[in-house]
């Protein structure tokens, strides 16, 4: 599992570390991190229909900012949980581009055992950094 829960950063709200060797690892353990706070066991989110996202920005913290707040979207619009299935970042002319294919399902209570509700991803002490070790972020998520 290559994130963590931190308990120091924020009293109301849920606060993680996520890493990968690759932007793109990190952003995986990102959104798992995310799903994970909603959802006890993500292994109970069967790939039932899947969606394409496609998120750009100038700079890789927003980029995941804006990736993890899709993610929240749809579970709120649409009632979706769902996983990376698969997760491409490129970076052009400056710009950061993400394509991902997300996979998951509907909440279904009976299957799903729900754990909070997260509302939105916030800027407080929110960080993304390029490390010896490969990539790092710190979120704090609205619950």
Request: proline content about 1%; cysteine-free.
């Amino acid at each position: 599992m290559p994130y963590r829960y931190l308990e120091d950063i924020a009293v109301a709200d849920v606060a993680f570390e996520a890493w990968g060797t690759t932007l793109e690892e990190m952003f995986i353990a990102s959104a798992d991190a995310t799903m994970n706070v909603m959802v006890e066991e993500l292994a109970t989110i069967e790939n039932r229909q899947s969606l394409e996202v496609s998120v750009e920005h100038g700079e890789a913290d927003m980029l995941l900012f804006n990736f993890l707040n899709e993610l929240i979207f749809h579970k709120d619009a649409r009632r979706l949980l769902l996983r990376v299935a698969t997760l491409a970042v490129a970076r052009r002319d400056g710009l950061f581009t993400l394509h991902a294919l997300l996979s998951g399902e509907e909440i279904d209570p009976a299957r799903h055992s729900l754990n909070v509700d997260v509302k939105a991803v916030t800027l407080h002490r929110f960080r993304v950094e390029q490390t010896d070790r490969g990539w790092e972020a710190t979120v704090v998520l609205d619950i």
